[in-house]
């Protein structure tokens, strides 16, 4: 028995304009993804679908489907190609959730039950894999060798990105560099994706193809940072999600690194004892948010994220002028807004 799952509920806060935007343009498309979506995860297990609904029903804005549409619209490619691939790259992403909250321990997503909360960690990874194996079947409908190699690629660099968060996890010795490596392999490489696979759809040369990668990875590096900072903002609440997350799990994010370097003897024995021993006590998220306006790490972390806007800005100088390239524009302004 199918299970229907309303893609349009769970939003615990209004779209933006420039996401608007973006989906005004790619509307028709945008909805044959949903459908494409609804359909794949179907199963005669019943557990699969109905975990699976429940992650994605909860929202978010399906900001890379959306990246793969535009990228498409705005190279020329008006056919059935782009949704498929679309969905494929959802489906990645949405895997890639259901693990997380798993090797998180997660209890929330986006302000609702996690799906390991409530089914267990057990089904969440398996679940996951089902998905990424529906995600591995579209491409493989797709037909396009070269669409298939960006996007399994893209799937292993992630799973290294997140193998190696974890071996920085709790490591105040972390650099802004190991940091950035992270960030691109867990977040940066399915934006770059996802951006990249419509080059190919529309069958645009290989220094299209790299614009819209660089694009992507620097979009998913500047969402990444926003992200990372607005942990410890008082914003996050706004958008469903709980601040300090990422400070009580003892994850090294470029404030956390910032704040450290900067930081006196005594600041950083608070770091190693609350972020490396997760010996956390009350007031301790408090003062890490203070060391860190203290030391300037959230405005330069924000200050970072817009000049990999700014980069990623620059790659789509090679694209003739028109509406999908101004609300893509618009998208990255959109991200390092966020911050604010």
């Given at each position: 028995m199918a299970v229907v799952v309303n893609l349009e509920t769970g939003r615990k806060e209004a779209k933006p304009d420039a996401l608007d935007r973006l989906t005004e343009l790619v509307g028709a498309d945008l909805a044959r993804v949903n459908q494409l979506i609804v359909q794949n995860m179907q199963s005669d297990v019943q557990l699969i679908p109905q975990l699976a609904g429940h992650i994605i029903a909860a929202g978010g804005k399906r900001l890379r489907p959306l990246l793969t549409l535009a990228s498409a619209h705005m190279c020329g490619y008006r056919g059935d190609r782009a949704p498929g691939l679309a969905a494929c790259v959802e489906f990645i992403?949405?895997?890639?959730?259901?693990?997380?909250d798993v090797v998180d321990e997660s209890a929330l997503r986006r302000g609702e039950a996690s799906a390991n909360a409530v089914w267990g960690n057990?089904?969440?990874v398996l679940?996951?894999?089902f998905l990424f194996s529906r995600a591995f079947q579209l491409m493989v409908a797709d037909g396009s060798l070269r669409v298939l190699e960006i996007l399994s690629t893209a799937s292993a660099v992630i799973a290294e990105g997140e193998v190696l968060q974890l071996m920085t996890?709790?490591?105040?010795?972390?650099?802004?560099?190991?940091?950035l490596e992270v960030i691109k392999g867990k977040t940066a490489a399915l934006f770059a994706a996802a951006c990249e696979v419509g080059a190919v759809v529309g069958g645009r040369p290989k220094v299209e193809e790299d614009a819209?990668?660089?694009f992507g990875l620097n979009l998913g590096i500047t969402f990444q940072l926003i992200d990372d900072a607005?942990?410890?903002s008082a914003k996050q609440e706004t958008l469903g999600k709980a601040v300090g997350d990422d400070f009580r799990e003892g994850k090294i994010t470029l404030p956390v690194i910032l704040a450290y370097l900067r930081g006196d003897a005594e600041e950083r024995a608070f770091w190693q004892r609350t972020l490396e021993k997760v010996e956390q006590e009350d007031g301790d998220l408090r003062h890490a948010i203070q060391l860190m306006e203290r030391h300037g790490a959230l405005k330069d972390?924000?200050?970072r994220a817009a000049h990999y806007g700014a980069i990623a800005r620059d790659a789509l100088g090679i694209f003739p002028e028109g509406p999908e390239k101004r609300a893509l524009i618009d998208v990255i302004d959109f991200c390092i807004d966020r911050g604010f």
């Open positions: 992403h949405t895997a890639t959730l259901l693990h997380d057990k089904a969440s679940v996951g894999d996890s709790n490591d105040t010795a972390t650099t802004e560099q190991a940091y819209l990668q660089s607005l942990d410890y972390t924000v200050a």
